[in-house]
């Protein structure tokens, strides 16, 4: 089988969950033996870093990629809101990716053109013109819901009223496109019921994320220790884990009031602010070299967001190296893991004191919600099982 990979970011460096995503997703039809080609787009944000490719990664898929300026632009902006473009999608279409992706497609015939997320769905027009390829869609998340819950969230009227606009475009958009492309893979069963309601007719499949768990060696809660040391890891470009960290170390974090409970942050482009608060047992990190070494090193992580779609790729990394995972409904959204056995769920402020206050004064509790987590990845996140539902979902779709 061939297949042709369109990404919205380059798979390497895997520093964030899209990355980490994209990259398994690669390396998964690599080892089924699919002859694969990347073509990639690359941006301020996620830059094509040839020398953090493994050089086997680039000769195996041949990727290229293609600059496009994503950064906000206020005419551009202004103007969708008077027009039916979503601007969150029309940012991401470029002339260049576009006679690119001609160009490949022209001089190459592939059976799968597979799409990594809502952002490449504007090129669907040129894959239909130039190839008789079935294109699949992979869902990372629904992104109107992430603006819808940003928006519901949002206290200045202004910007609650904008943030609802772009939500509604995009909600318009995605129901628009489902049905143009001849399958998707959600990442989880909540996108794959929302798709349902939202009318989409052709084949769609939950593909959840997928690791290789040799990779993660568990370092469990030690119950010896009087110590209980707090984590959380995520891009800090990112709105909903922004608004997450800001609730809880504004309003949560100083409230336990406990010497032996510390929180660690790190995360690409942490903020000024966070990096220069003066909080006690708290530390700030800017982005760290490796994110599996940086989450080895403490006790449970907390993610405690009010908003986003998808699932998140880091609760699955740190429940897979055995560490107690304290989030809210929405951060859990995506994961079956059950509260108060694999990981632990709180949605207000008295939850997450209680919940970790609970972990403090119970460490066999802490001990046993981590070997559990490890277990339910090793079961419900096995590469090599996922890898092959992707191939059926291709195979349905021809």
Known sequence: MKVLQLCNKPPYPAKDGGCIAIKNISLGLLSNRVKLKILTMETEKHPF?????????????????????????????????????SYNISRFFSSDFNSKL????????????????????????????????????RSHNLEHLIWERL????????????????AKKLKQY?????????????????????YVE?????????????????????????????????????????????EAINWFVNDIFPQLNNKDITLNIAGKNMPKHLLNLNLKNFKANKEVKSAI????????????????????????????????????????????????????????????????NFLSQNPEKNRMISENARCFIEKHHNSEII????????????
């Open 293 to 356: 070494e940086y989450m080895s090193k403490f006790d449970v992580m907390i993610v405690p967001l009010l908003s986003g779609s998808g699932m998140r790729i880091k609760i699955i990394e740190a429940m897979a190296l055995g560490k107690t995972v304290i989030t809210t409904s929405v951060g859990l959204e995506g994961i079956d893991a059950k509260n108060g056995k694999e990981v632990l769920v709180a949605d207000s402020e008295e939850m997450f004191i209680s919940q970790i």
């Open 174 to 194: 995605e129901k628009s496109v489902l049905n143009d492309v001849d399958a998707i893979a959600t990442i989880s069963s909540e996108d794959q019921n929302r």
């Open 102 to 137: 001609k160009s490949i497609l022209i001089n190459n015939e592939y059976d799968i053109v597979h799409l990594e997320s809502l952002f490449l769905t504007p090129y669907i027009d040129t894959i239909r013109r130039n190839s008789k390829s079935k294109i699949i869609l």
């Open 151 to 166: 928006a519901n969230l949002e206290k200045n009227k202004a910007k609650k009223i904008y943030l609802k606009h772009l």
């Open 49 to 85: 870093l040839k020398d953090e490719f493994p050089s086997d990664f680039i000769k195996r898929t041949k990727i290229e990629s293609i600059f496009i300026d994503t950064k906000l632009n206020v005419i551009d902006a202004f103007s969708a809101l008077v027009t039916s473009d």
């Open 387 to 398: 890898n092959k539902h992707l191939l059926d979902l291709y195979n349905k779709a021809q």
């Open 198 to 242: 939202l009318q989409c007719n052709v084949p769609i499949e939950t593909i959840s994320f997928a690791l290789k768990i040799n990779q993660y060696p568990p370092t469990y809660y030690d119950i010896t220790k009087n110590k209980l040391k707090l984590f959380h890891i995520g891009s800090m470009d990112w709105m909903p884990n922004i």
